[in-house]
């Protein structure tokens, strides 16, 4: 007997603000006529990337093709949220030619793929292929890096101290558990800075793994789709960082993450001016959302990421629907919630 021809699954990895929406935002955009079902999983109770995605003018963005698991981490709701909204995608008729996961920049892939054996799924979807998406200038930048002699010293003078950097550990995690590294905002790096780049990412990286260069996430859908790499047979071999070290628990104690209300902007280097203060001031890992600006129709959205602002209008503010502005902060733990939120209001 013939088995049935398993849905292909490819999960978008990587750290926050790398570009991962951006990257399936073009995808949808050039899909080539496939249906394509979407699951958009976000750090924290409010969901921005798949408002963003709704918006994207596509009719691969339908409001019924894109599912969104916010206040939480998808690599540890697995049995709660994930399960339940693949067998919903999967009770659909017709069925989706493939499905697109985005995980939130804090998840780690693996425990997301080894979901992917869970008898409900198991003979009816195979993971394609995991995509990681790289921020180049942020790894250029040494975002991701320890300084080792610092460290050093740090040891020497009281070896007790616990040095471990969460931020380093899950960017090594994410690229690890890559089939596809997208190196991401090539358009910001000179041809010397992509090969070094790509040369500190691949001393992470599992054999045979694919790399290429992007910018502004435009890369063909064949490129990002057809990998036929069968990842939840081979998420063994790309150990996460707490499993090499003989752990398994895995929690998100060291980051952070909130809402805070803005005000309507007078225009929008006025509100750009105020998130760079809140950038130069606090240690925020990544900033996003929505604001209204003074005689504008359309919505503001707010990317921050690092020391990098971008803001675009997108959609018109709906009937009914609030002009308000939230902007969802991330942090690590400890970031000051009050001084951040009063600056950002105003």
Known sequence: MTEPV???ATVVTGFLGAGKTTLIRHLLQNAGGR????????????GIDGDVLRACGSDACAEDDIVELANGCICCTVADDFIPTMEKILARSPAPDC???????????QPLVKAFRWPEIATRVTV????????????????????????????????????????????????????????HKADLMSEAELLRVKAEVMSHATAGVRVVAASNGALPADVLLGLLSGVED???????????EGETQHDHDDFDSFV??????????????????????????????????????????????????????????????????RLVVIGEKGIDRSAIGAALGG
Do not use: C
């Not at 249906?35 to 409010?46: K, M, P, S, T, Y």
């Not at 499905?99 to 892939?109: F, H, K, R």
């Open 6 to 8: 398993k849905i292909p």
């Open 260 to 325: 805070a209300d803005t005000p309507e902007a007078a225009d929008a280097a006025e509100l750009e001016a105020r998130v760079r203060k809140v950038l130069d001031a606090h240690d925020v890992l990544r900033l996003k959302g929505f604001v209204p600006v003074a005689g504008k129709a359309a919505r503001l959205v707010v990317q921050a990421v690092g020391s990098r602002i971008d803001t675009y209008f997108d959609r018109p503010w709906r009937d009914g629907e609030a002009r308000k502005g």
């Open 99 to 109: 499905i697109v996961i985005e995980t939130s920049g804090l998840a780690l892939p």
């Open 35 to 46: 249906r394509i079902a979407l699951i958009v999983n976000e750090f924290g109770d409010v």
């Open 234 to 244: 081979k998420i063994d071999g790309r150990p996460t960082t707490h499993e090499m």
């Open 128 to 183: 394609d292929g995991v995509v990681t998406v790289v921020d180049g200038p942020a790894v250029r930048d040494g975002r991701f890096a320890h300084d080792e002699e610092a460290l050093a010293a740090q040891r020497a003078a009281d070896p007790n101290v616990d040095h471990d950097d969460p931020i380093e550990e899950l960017f090594e995690d994410q690229v690890r558990s890559a089939d596809l590294l997208v190196l």
